[in-house]
């Protein structure tokens, strides 16, 4: 039994016993059912399991000390119970076996209590095979106080491997392959783990040393991407190899004109657009043609066509870009923009960006791919810089995985314009904090990159 | 349950020593692994996970150490330790495949080989590690945002003006569950489409903007691999791609005995879609490969598949039978025969002559080979030859030819001889194919004579005259003229029996 599949049955099970105790009386037959249904499941999992845990952890959701990851599949029913377990202020739940039915039904009851009378109940009720843990006051702000060595550990490991790879492409050197591969591994391990934590760190941008950070930038967001669909481990460890060789191809064309501030001319413009058939001659040089290499190349070709079947390099009108290169065209573009360069000095705000990319969905990206990509960041990704109507400035640094227009942000200047270093408030709690409108870090002479290392 | 540990231990460190010595599918091996699996699975279902940090040279479970091994090729934990492993946990649900995989990735002797990559790309659903990168003090710098002066406010103004969207759209990401429903059947597509093509094609549309040496060879590699996995539709597509670069050589490293030996497990593979492809396949060799191939040919085991093959050497060839024809001094016969055949299908202008020493081969099957050869090759004149040939399927192959090509000067001979007593003495098979033959060239008087035979057991008597009336009869329905069929037609309605059903037979097989 695979344990991840059994914890996401398991949480599809939940949902229509929660919404059916709060419609129906408790011996009505549809309660009755859902919580037959679930009972069995759960049964069933205690012949390989002595006991099933959920436990929710910094708006993740761990069964039995698997993480049950977002996926567009599924979504809804593990945004619910994190929403439930949030609102209840519970830390775990635990079911023993021999769990009855009677029991599933009567905590799903008082589960839809409000958050006192909830502690009430489980403190004075005797459920003998369920045992729940309250979050202790502490523990909450030790939420936001992450250990992210770990992350940072894999993010800079991964951006001296991007470095060397391209600068020993650069300088004709010999490519260090097994060191890639690693770092690829890494990075779907952080995806796995901590999504969150480690798309923070992709608004740490490079001017001078565009390509490296973006690079990886688009390779992490796009296993980001890629997980929320529901790619498997394999398929990520691909996808996250093409979308750290998408750019590949540009170590083939001088640095003078990939760092040009002014606007490139026809013949130059020609040129920068021979990266994507470079990129297919760079991945075959140093990688050869194994599996992941054989999708890096079609990404690096494919990354600049369009849904709609515009784009370079030319192509057949029958010819689609493969999913792959959906998911990097969208990642590609959303960090480019986000991203000061020569020739873009101010770059687009996050939300700004996603907004270009939703408002081009079926033109330049495919729609469902814009959509999930939108929930994954949110309405205002982290790194954005958001005016407060209390008048400080709060910096997002973490998405809300159920209110995605809503997210966790900490206020980093004051009414006064001083920098400060400030709560951490989740916007979607009860707070008098609304956002008035997102700004430019710049401004008040933030680099917002700073606050997540 | 310090016991049960211990003996988890006990049972890991013998398997991977066994695993070691033995290797997987050994009995030894097995004797140590199929408990210590047991005792495991016991362990997870009562306890959900089974977890061991590692360190330099020993595994700690529940911060007790429960191994310890300082010899770094005999030690289980430095072996996962020097490839970054830090932590390693077997969850409840573990399979024994998954276990005994792990216990062969980590016992691989290779200095070169990585754990943690052999780990990941196992893809455990019941094994979960913790890799670290190396300890190495990596730069936490943030890179400097350079300041600009710039109006932001504006600036931002500007680039949604650029954009032209609207900045205060309700942006609602839901997915419907058709949409849903559409993205996962795009992720099943995506999983099951092959690789191959895709890059095959990638590369393709690259030469058609620049000829790159590296793309080439790219090719080349992807070929060599589908040939050696025997993927011939993936190969015939490459030397599609590639057959537009005159320079580039791409079948000649396959052009050589080892490899054209090997297509031998292709010839009957029971789909006929592969060997359909590898003939297609076959179709970029050059002329310097028939030889080669034809030495394949025996082991073909179905005809038609042989003659196929036969066709592929032969459009290999062109106009030129060089090839084949040193062949034609094959004491083989199975290689003369394909060697003949395959001259029959080219045709080339001295087909006759070159047969000529065949004529009295003394194999028939060579002799049959030669008839069907010169049929291929319209050479009537030298089938002739054949029709007195000893071997009774011999003259009937030399006959049946003769009745499709034209070649009148048999036709008094063969009048003639059904007119003789030995005529009755030859076989069915001979006499309906020389009444074949008349059918096909006779004239008015043929039907003449054919009536005779109907109806007036002329030339013969009474033995086997009922076979003769037969073989007229069809004879006249094969001539098909409108004197012909009245003859049957009357026949048909005589009151001898044996006429009436010759009749009724012939016409019932008469051409539409």
Redesign the interface.
Known sequence: MNIYLAGKTLVGLFYPLFKAVQVYDINNNVVVNAAQKFTDYAANLFSTMSSIEFVRYRDYIFFNKQRLRYEVDGYANLQFLNNLLKTQRIKSITLNRRLTQREVIDFACILKEDLALFHKEVSTRKFEHIAVEILKPDEEQDEFIEDRKALKQTYFKALKVTRNLMQNLWTGRQVDVKSSRRVIYGLVDSISHDEFGILALTTIKNFDEYTFNHSLNVSILSLALGQRIGLDRKNLARLGSAGLLHDIGKVEISKELINKIQKLSDTEWKTMKLHSNFGVREILKTRGLDETSMVAITVAYQHHWNYDGTGYPLREKADEPTLFSRIVRICDSYDAMTTARGYQPVPYLPHFALRVIWSNQNRLFDPILAKVFTQLLGIYPVGSCLELTTGEIGLVMRQNPSTIDLPMIKVIVDKNNNRIDGPIVDLASDTEMKIRRPTYPQIYGINAAAYFL | MKDEIDQIILGFTKSFKAMQMYGMSHSSFLHFFEPFYQILSNF??????FSLEVEKFGLIHNDRIVYEEEEMDMSIAFRLFKD?IRSI?F???LTSDELLLFIDVISRPAREW?I??GL??C?F??I?F?????DEV???Q???????D?D?DE??KQ??LK?K???D?V?I???NPQ??E???S??T???R?A??P??I???G??LQ??C?Q??I??LI??LQ?CVNVQDFRNARRICYKLKDYPDVNFIERFENETTIMSFREVLNVPQDEIFNEFLAFLGFFGKRSIPLIIQIMPFVERSDRLNALRHRIAHIAGNDVTPMIEFLESKDPDLLVNAIHMIGIVKPANTDKLFEPFVYHKDENVRMATVDALAAADQPAAIVKFVTDPAVEVRVRALCALGRQKCPEMYPVLLDRIKQNSFLALDFSEQREVFNYLAAHGDRDLVRVMRDILYKRKWFGAKKYRVMRRLAASTLSHINTAQALDILEKGRRKRNRDIAYACEAALKERPS
């Not at chain 2, 997870?44 to 996970?49: A, G, P, Q, V």
């Not at chain 2, 913790?130 to 190396?134: A, F, P, S």
């Not at chain 2, 943030?142 to 600009?148: N, R, T, W």
């Open positions: 997870l279902k009562e306890h959900n996970e970054g946990a969850l409840s649900g990585d943690a990559l990941w790309e893809n659903a019941h979960t913790y890799v670290i990168e190396t990596l730069d936490y943030v890179p400097e945002v350079p300041a600009i710039v932001y600036k931002l680039l949604i954009e969207i609207d900045i759209a942006i990401p839901e997915l949409e849903i559409n993205l996962k795009n992720i597509d995506e999983e489409a690789l191959l895709i890059v094609k990638t590369l549309d690259y903007t620049e790159s590296e793309i060879d790219g590699e992807i691999t």
